[in-house]
T-cell receptor, first 113, second 114 residues
Framework: QQQVKQSPQSLIVQKGGISIINCAYE??????FPWYQQFPGKGPALLIA?????SEKKEGRFTISFNKSAKQFSLHIMDSQPGDSATYFC????????????FGTGTQLKVEL | DTAVSQTPKYLVTQMGNDKSIKCEQN?????MYWYKQDSKKFLKIMFS???????INETVPNRFSPKSPDKAHLNLHINSLELGDSAVYFC?????????????FGQGTRLTVV
């Protein structure tokens, strides 16, 4: 059972464009929603995270939008750059759940010149 | 200074062998994890330790045995390796285990079973 569904599987964006990756979750107990970025041959690294008490969080060019009623959250990358080309994972965890991260299936982003 | 370091980075071995992967973190974190990333890049938690105590065991075959000699180290021993064990194994750590917080991942160990 895939508790966090992520789309699209892959995404090609032109330099300067907006990249949008969507995730949907089923477990209403989830209360921490991070996004991780992974480059080839490296481990995932935290990009940005949100808790359900806010609907949006912005850090530089990266924004998370969160819709609690729809059980959906998304990552927006503004002014996408070739250096943003990586695999992006959404994730979710539950307070008291040992910080166990349940990951989405990943989105491979390629930003073209 | 590497925050979470794993050794080896690559491991090629034959079916039936026993192998270990070592992990060390110098962040002073209380909690450490093992995650498995399969060929489709799907990441799934295997184990979690908090101050040397096992707190998460995600129905992993008992051929996999984690060991935490102290809170800075979490090793993974795998017995009787099978072809399906081929994957990238990531060690991670975080400062506390009760609520959501950043997990710091190592560079991964690519295990290939032939």
């Amino acid at each position: 059972q895939q508790q966090v569904k992520q789309s699209p599987q892959s995404l090609i964006v032109q330099k300067g464009g907006i990249s949008i990756i969507n995730c949907a979750y089923e477990n209403t107990a989830f209360d921490y929603f991070p996004w991780y970025q992974q480059f080839p041959g490296k481990g995932p690294a935290l990009l940005i995270a949100i808790r359900p008490d806010v609907s949006e969080k912005k850090e530089g060019r990266f924004t998370i939008s969160f819709n609690k009623s729809a059980k959906q959250f998304s990552l927006h990358i503004m002014d996408s750059q070739p250096g943003d080309s990586a695999t992006y994972f959404c994730a979710a965890s539950v307070t008291g759940g040992g910080n166990k991260l349940t990951f989405g299936t990943g989105t491979q982003l390629k930003v073209e010149l | 200074d590497t925050a979470v370091s794993q050794t080896p980075k690559y491991l090629v071995t034959q079916m039936g062998n026993d192998k270990s992967i070592k992990c060390e973190q110098n962040l002073g974190h209380d909690t450490m994890y093992w995650y498995k990333q399969d060929s489709k890049k799907f990441l799934k938690i295997m184990f979690s330790y908090n101050n040397k105590e096992l707190i998460i065991n995600e129905t992993v075959p008992n051929r996999f045995s984690p060991k935490s000699p102290d809170k800075a180290h979490l090793n993974l021993h795998i017995n009787s390796l099978e072809l399906g064990d081929s994957a990238v194994y990531f060690c991670a750590s975080s400062p506390r285990s009760n609520w959501g917080t950043e997990a710091f991942f190592g560079q991964g160990t690519r295990l290939t079973v032939v």
